[in-house]
Every structure is written in structure tokens, then in C-alpha cells.
């Protein structure tokens, strides 16, 4: 198992224990004027280069000079051979999970070559980068930058589903009115309705929101299309929350065989346990 897929088995558990105490409607309504305010610090706050410091502070200090020379590299060259270092540095983000300067990369990438590519790119590692993260300053932030950059891709292709689902993700979270953000995924699956990521978001939606009964039918669709250990813990969630214990138990333990991760496997165990009294 690499370690991509650990920093997702492990976040599962860690979302899981707030996912429920939050609903969309709490998670995304405040008072407009405090949310002006924080945008316009944390965007002074947060850049290119605050960020890879702050994320460079968890990783092996080897790499982190790696990264710090080619950032230095890239600072100095221009056109095809700033692209060029900008993709390695993206590619040295990517394989140690950590999406947040990897979103920096891709926006200044698009900026120096305005490619849906890139956008949708920079939209997705914002969105991976801001989903579990503690620092809510910073995980605003993202999520404006997210917007921002799903916008643009977007606006150079407008029938991109995956630029759709990303963009009514980062809208139920990001803004005041996520209901139009769901309204985009709707959108996404009426069009394609066994679009993974569209189902799988529109189905975490649902588990926040407390509607059980249509996460279990967003989740059946993505394990029937593609099954992994994170959507069949999140099936075993909303099957324990309407009280269908075999199913919930059945779910859980194929979330288990899948992933294949003891800090998944011992709390599966214990929700077993606990469902089988």
C-alpha cells in the first residue's frame, strides 16, 4: 500500500469521528462580513511559497532540500523549462501526498500556460488538500482557491463533468448557498449517472446531512461501479445509522479486506464488535 492510499485509510477513520456532528448547513453559513475579513487575510496569509515552508515542516528534511533546490530552479527559469521543473515539483508532491503546495504549482502553471488541464489539476489537489485539514484558516483558503480554479477550467471547457463535480464540491463547502453546488453535482449524474466522484460526493453529502437512506444508494452505485475501502466504510456508516446491523457489519468488513490497513482494521473491529451485542 502506498502512501497515498494510507494518508486516505487513515483520514477516513479521523473524518468519520466529526463527519456526522457537522452538517452541510453548519459547515457553510456565517456572517458574510466575518467571512470577508478572513478571505482577505488567509489569501495574504497563504501563498506559493508559505505553504510548501509549512508542509515542508512534516516531511523527511532530505526531501525537503530536494524540493527547496528545484523550487529555487523553477524561480529562476521561465517558458518550457519553468513547466517543465514546475511538473517535477508537482510530481514530488504528489507521490508524498501532500496536495496543498501541489495546488500553488498547477495555478502557476496554468498562469504561464492558461490550459483547462492545469485548472482542473489545481482544482483537484486544493480539494484533496483542504478536505481533512485542522487549520481552518488555510482550509478556506484552499477551498476559495479550489472555486477559483474549477471556474477557470470551466470556462475553457464547460462539459467537462469533472470539472462540474469539483467545482459543486467546493461550492457546498466553500460558500453560502451549497445547495447550487449540489444542484451542479445533480447535474453531473443526471448526465452521467454512474459518474464515480460525482456519486461519491453527492453520497458524503448526504451522510453530513444526515440522509441516510440516499448515501446507502450514492455508495452501492460507486462499489458496484468501483469498490474500494473508503466508500464501503462510508456504505457501513449510513447502512449502522438506519439500524440494518448485517449490512452494516457485511460493508465494514469488506472495508476491511480492502484496505488492508491495521488503524482501519482495529476500529472496524470494534464497530463490529459493537454492532454483533
Same mark, same amino acid.
Given at each position: ?15 468519520? /469521528? ?45 526531501? =525537503? ?11 529562476? =527559469? ?25 495546488? &500553488? ?10 490550459? &483547462? ?5 489545481? /482544482? ?87 440522509? &441516510? ?24 456508516? /449510513? ?12 460493508? &465494514? ?25
Amino acid at each position: 500500500m502506498n502512501t497515498k492510499q494510507i494518508v486516505v485509510i487513515v483520514s477516513v477513520v479521523a473524518l468519520m /469521528g466529526v463527519l456526522l456532528a457537522r452538517p452541510i448547513k453548519g459547515l457553510v453559513t456565517e456572517d458574510k462580513g466575518t467571512k470577508a475579513s478572513t478571505t482577505a487575510e488567509s489569501s495574504s496569509a497563504f501563498n506559493f511559497k508559505s505553504v510548501s515552508d509549512i508542509t515542508k515542516q512534516s516531511i523527511n528534511p532530505g526531501l =525537503a532540500q530536494e524540493i527547496t533546490a528545484l523550487e529555487e530552479k523553477a524561480e529562476k =527559469a521561465s517558458g518550457d523549462e519553468k513547466l517543465a521543473l514546475l511538473e517535477q515539483l508537482a510530481k514530488k508532491w504528489d507521490d508524498l501526498a501532500k496536495y496543498a503546495p501541489q495546488g &500553488f504549482i498547477y495555478e502557476e502553471m496554468a498562469k504561464i500556460s492558461p490550459k &483547462f488541464e492545469y485548472w482542473l489539476k489545481a /482544482g483537484d489537489a486544493y480539494r484533496s488538500a483542504y478536505t481533512n485539514l485542522q487549520d481552518t484558516a488555510m482550509a478556506a483558503e484552499l477551498n476559495r482557491l479550489a472555486i477559483q480554479s474549477y471556474e477557470k477550467a470551466t470556462e475553457l471547457d464547460g462539459n467537462s463533468l469533472d470539472a462540474k463535480t469539483g467545482l459543486g464540491a467546493a461550492m457546498v463547502t466553500g460558500t453560502n448557498n451549497p445547495m447550487a453546488g449540489i444542484a451542479l453535482l445533480r447535474e453531473v449524474v443526471e448526465k452521467d449517472p454512474k459518474n464515480i466522484q460525482a456519486n461519491k460526493t453527492l453520497g458524503l453529502f448526504s451522510l453530513q446531512s444526515r440522509q &441516510f437512506d440516499k448515501a446507502i444508494e450514492r455508495f452501492k452505485t460507486v462499489v458496484e461501479l468501483k469498490p474500494d475501502a473508503e466508500s464501503y466504510f462510508y456504505l457501513a456508516t /449510513g447502512y449502522e445509522n438506519i439500524g440494518l446491523k448485517n449490512e452494516a457489519i457485511a460493508a &465494514f468488513q469488506k472495508s476491511k479486506e480492502l484496505a488492508a490497513d491495521p488503524t482501519l482494521s482495529q476500529f472496524i473491529d470494534k464497530r463490529v464488535e459493537e454492532l454483533s451485542k
